[in-house]
């Protein structure tokens, strides 16, 4: 690698201050620093510094969305096949979903990114890495068929209104990836909300076998038709239709381990948002006045993005709750808003999405009273301390 | 009341290079230098100029603020030159050695002494230093009664002295001596922490006139300020002063024989070091005979002090005041193709995202690279399981970034310093530098409120 080190050496002074592409400084520092840890040495403070950086630590969550990624392209091949009523093997399915998707993340990557590195270039900063995990993400919790130039204006919303404006990444009150979903919702319900959006080809009409609905689990339940939906067991697996990512508890609890083990997502989060979906079905169980509600508790779990909500979308460390203790309450409410919503509420098929979004904001507030609390509680502490010291 | 507190948080960095446990021997150097820029907050105005004989324990420079405070040459000699910095900020103060010649402060028992008179000695003798206050981890008030003090009898910073071998290598007697002229100085308790998961020496066991407390856990459990908070909490207005166990021999020391011999025990350590072990050495002394043919070549960066909280120096540089250790690692002054990608198996990390996760007992030898740029705060819940305080460090530093005084206050800016919060800038994956912003803080506190 000594020859690509020289070349990138040859160019460097191009891209630093009074070069010819000074301009682009922050951009080429973005690469750079992609191929290249950089030589960077401490000069004050701790001398010596811990491995991990920020890419590393995007880049383990992009390794835990893997296998919903891979399960995903799987899946979006088998609906579309099912749909036809074609029988078809597991890398066919595979092949079809990834050159379906890809278009998408491509999109999403170079729209997003584009975006990134020009705010980085007027900031005069280095290039952020939070979008690498945003930009998969905003593919992954979108419908199969919805068009192009809709991921590239969501993610432009996204990303400016989201993030930018805020100060870029670490600075933002919402989880970028869900504003774009969000936005896309209110703008093109019809994109985003039904039965044919879900399955690659159904919203262009081709000849769909009979019998075949394409309706999500939750758009089942919220009808009323829970005796329709699919086998718990084919729920968990995700061969159902959904968005692109959420349809396998399965993948996401792989993707959930690798988060945990590495500690990069808080496990304190994704337990709670799961604990709180389990508290809210149970009183809804308790309750039970309709079919739905009727719907043991552990189904919300494995239908729609309750799973892909709690383990990729809440964890997010910038927009979720701060404090430790915080993660608990803020996960808790989010699992309880989630069924909440699903059940109660005849507009939203879908609480996942809400409630994250809806305890964004309400993390800032978490975390206050939380430090109060324990502010009052050092106070009080040290005061005993100091009574019982001079005794 | 001896309490013993186990500690979970924090991290205990494994190094190569520990000292083996022997001792060098006294070593005699021949330049000294005596470093303002050791004393946080301190505005140095000299006493002597380039050409000046002084002898150990003569006046160098005082504290503008508080003239009584003085910083007096560890060894006779010629001030050889006074090297400024930026905006002609004093940095050192060199000597030359010549002779062995020793300012009388005379010789006295401590424990018939009064406040006023143990107080004057160690201001005129240069040991006042030795002792720091908390809040601010700054030299201490000398118009001020403490509430307590406190001595560390352990160090837990990566590749730290033993201070087990560094007492049973000591005078006993300076070690009783020195206690006793801190007795004086407080109305409060001398308390003094033990490592409640090894065995002590006996002289630190036997101690009289302290109050012995067991702490146990990985670092920072060793550093006096953790030690603080779990015995006596400070809170406003509260005022702790500390000293370090090696200080404590010294200003026994001082006593006894009435002569300014700041001497300590350190470790030479740190993965470029050929023979890591402990030397006998002065306050000040220039290292440069002690790692001379005695460390691997190539780019090394030497520290006097710890790879946490140490200064960078020369390597014939000048140990620091308060400095047990001198570190010597490498520089990490080189790009790495896809590091960031890689497996990692050398690579050392508090978080579980390398591959020598899977070799807990390994040691590792770490360079001064940076390892990414630095980014906006975006992991959280991190400084959080290395800083074991009942303390909200991220809340903390904002305030402090914010510089919202009544906040800082109420979150602890009161109980920490900088070295406290060291570990939380080494696993930073933000690479922030956390102790410079602790540090303005402090400054800020001292600002406003005095």
Redesign the interface.
């Known amino acids: ?1 000594d020859s ?2 020289k070349k990138i050496d040859k160019i460097k002074p191009h891209f630093t201050e009074g070069g010819k592409f000074a301009r682009l400084r922050s951009v080429f ?1 973005g690469f750079e ?1 992609f ?8 000069f ?14 995007m ?2 969550v992009i390794i835990a969305l893997l296998p919903a990624f891979l399960f995903g392209s799987y899946n979006a091949g088998l609906q579309h096949f099912r749909s036809l009523g074609l029988e078809t093997g597991i890398l066919q399915n595979f092949w079809f979903g990834f050159i379906r998707i890809l278009p998408m993340v491509i999109v999403s990557y170079g729209v997003g990114l584009g975006i990134e590195f020009i705010a980085a270039q007027i900031r005069g900063h ?1 290039i ?3 979008f690498l995990v945003s930009g998969l993400l905003i593919p992954m919790i979108m419908p199969i068929d919805v068009p192009l130039w809709m991921v590239a204006i969501a993610t432009t919303f996204a990303v400016i209104l989201g993030k930018e404006v805020f ?5 933002n009150i919402f989880n970028p990836a869900l504003l774009a979903r969000a936005f896309l919702f209110f703008s093109y319900p019809a994109w985003m909300s039904g039965d044919k959006i879900w399955t690659e080809g159904l919203t262009k009409g081709q000849g769909v076998i009979d019998g075949f609905s394409g309706a999500t689990p939750l758009a089942l339940s919220a009808a009323g038709e829970t005796t329709k939906l699919p086998s718990i067991m084919d729920m968990f697996i995700g061969t159902i239709p959904g968005s692109f990512g959420e349809t396998s508890t399965l993948a996401i609890l792989l993707g959930a381990l690798i988060l945990i ?4 997502g ?1 496990w304190k989060i994704i337990v709670s948002v799961f604990a709180g979906g389990l508290g809210m079905g149970l009183l809804l169980n308790a309750v039970a006045v309709n079919p739905y509600m009727e719907l043991p508790f552990y189904y919300h779990f494995v239908m729609g993005g309750f799973a892909f909500g709690a383990v990729f979308m809440a964890t997010d ?2 927009s ?1 709750s ?3 203790k915080g ?1 608990w309450i803020y996960g808790f409410l989010i699992g309880v808003l989630s069924v909440l919503i699903r059940v109660l509420n005849p507009a939203y098929p879908e609480g996942v999405m809400l409630a994250i979004l809806l305890m964004n904001v309400f993390a800032p507030l978490i ?1 206050y009273y939380v ?1 109060q609390s ?2 009052k ?3 009080k ?3 005993i ?2 009574n ?3 005794k | 009341m001896s309490i013993t507190v186990r500690l979970k948080k924090g991290l205990d960095i494994k190094l190569k290079g520990v000292a083996t446990k022997t001792l060098a021997g006294e070593v005699v150097a021949n330049l000294y230098g005596v470093k303002p820029v050791d004393f946080p907050g301190l505005t140095p105005k000299l006493n002597v100029r380039e050409g000046d004989k002084v002898l150990a324990g003569s006046p160098l420079f005082h504290d503008k603020l508080r003239p009584e405070i003085l910083f007096t040459s560890p060894v006779s000699g010629e001030v050889l030159y006074i090297n400024r910095g930026d905006r002609r900020k004093l940095l050192e103060i060199v000597i030359q050695k010549e002779g062995d010649e020793y300012v009388d402060f005379g010789k006295a028992d401590a424990a018939g002494l009064s406040r006023e008179k143990i107080r004057e000695t160690l201001l005129k003798s240069g040991l006042w230093p030795a002792i720091r206050q908390r809040p601010y981890n700054v030299v201490a008030n000398p118009n001020n009664v403490p509430d307590a003090i406190f001595i560390s009898g352990f160090d837990t910073a990566p590749l730290a002295p033993d201070y087990n071998f560094i007492i049973d290598n000591s005078q006993e007697t300076n070690f009783r001596k020195g206690i006793a002229a801190l007795t004086k100085l407080t109305d409060g308790k001398i308390n003094m922490i033990l490592n409640g998961k090894g065995d002590s020496s006996e002289v630190l066991k036997k101690t009289s006139g302290v109050e012995i407390s067991y702490i146990s856990g990985p670092h920072p459990a060793g550093n006096v300020g953790i030690q603080i908070h779990h015995i006596r909490p400070i809170n406003k207005g509260d005022r702790v002063w500390t000293v370090n166990l090696q200080d404590v021999l010294a200003i026994g020391r001082l006593f006894e024989e009435g002569a300014y011999k700041h001497d300590r025990i350190i470790a030479l350590t740190g993965s470029e070091v050929l023979n890591a072990q402990y030397y006998r050495i002065r306050s000040g002394a220039s290292i440069a005979s002690i790692v001379k043919d005695n460390v691997r070549p190539g780019n090394l960066r030497y520290i006097s002090g710890n790879v946490l909280t140490g200064t960078r120096i020369t390597a014939d540089g000048f140990l620091g005041y308060y400095d047990s250790q001198v570190t010597v690692i490498p520089e990490g002054d080189y790009y790495e193709f896809f590091g960031w990608m890689m497996p990692g198996l050398n690579k050392f990390s508090f978080s579980k995202t390398f591959a020598s996760s899977l070799l807990p007992r390994k040691s590792y030898s770490l360079d001064t690279n940076l390892h990414g740029g630095e980014r906006a705060f975006v992991m959280t819940g991190m400084y959080e399981k290395v800083v074991p305080m009942d303390i909200y460090p991220m809340q903390l530093l904002k305030a402090i970034l914010a510089e919202d005084i009544e906040l800082m206050e109420n979150l602890g800016i009161y109980e920490i310093a900088e070295e406290d919060f060291a570990l939380c800038e080494y696993i930073c994956p933000s690479k922030v530098e956390i102790q410079s912003i602790v540090r303005k803080g402090i400054e800020l506190m001292i600002r406003e409120m005095s």
Do not use: W
């Open positions: 690698m690509l080190r520092e620093s191929l290249f840890v950089p030589d960077k040495v401490t004050k403070g701790s001398h010596i510094r811990d491995s991990i950086d920020l890419k590393r630590t880049t383990v280095e952020n890495e939070g100060g870029g990444t670490g600075m083990i590495t500690g990069i808080s460390p910038v979720g701060q404090t430790e993660k975390d430090i324990s502010i509680k050092r106070l502490r040290a005061n301390a100091t019982n010291y001079t």
